[in-house]
């Protein structure tokens, strides 16, 4: 029995271009998402309740952050960690002081911990 010849791996010539370098993935917000958020951002800045936001894409989590005025430190932060979408749940609102408002997988429920609009006075 003949031996079939053994496979010979070449190594791939380098280009002239050099490949461009990929920044590391960053998590973010969807159209469907940011239009949630900023639909209750309108409602509280037309409320005279908030007056500012910023918007932090990082590595792990994505950030919306509302404040009362600029100068001071973010309200509210709406964070997006697809790490904890399993266990529980991608969307959490955390207030100044770090205290988790609302956790879910569903952000409409985990907004709906800062929506003014939510809480009505009931009569007797």
Do not use: C, H
């Not at 918007?55 to 904890?84: T, W």
Request: no cysteine; net charge positive.
């Amino acid at each position: 029995m003949i031996d079939p010849e053994p496979i010979r791996l070449v190594p791939r010539r380098a280009s002239s271009a050099a490949a461009p370098e990929l920044s590391p993935a960053q998590v973010t917000f969807n159209r469907q998402e940011l239009n949630e958020i900023l639909n209750l951002y309108g409602r509280m800045v037309s409320a005279g309740e908030w007056r500012d936001y910023a918007i932090d894409f990082l590595k792990d989590r994505a950030v919306f952050s509302v404040f009362r005025r600029a100068g001071e430190l973010a309200l509210y932060r709406i964070e997006k960690n697809p790490a904890l979408a399993r266990r529980q749940g991608a969307y959490s609102v955390v207030t100044t002081t770090g205290l988790i408002l609302k956790r879910g997988p569903e952000l409409k429920r985990v907004l709906a911990a800062v929506d003014g609009g939510s809480l009505r006075l009931v009569s007797s």
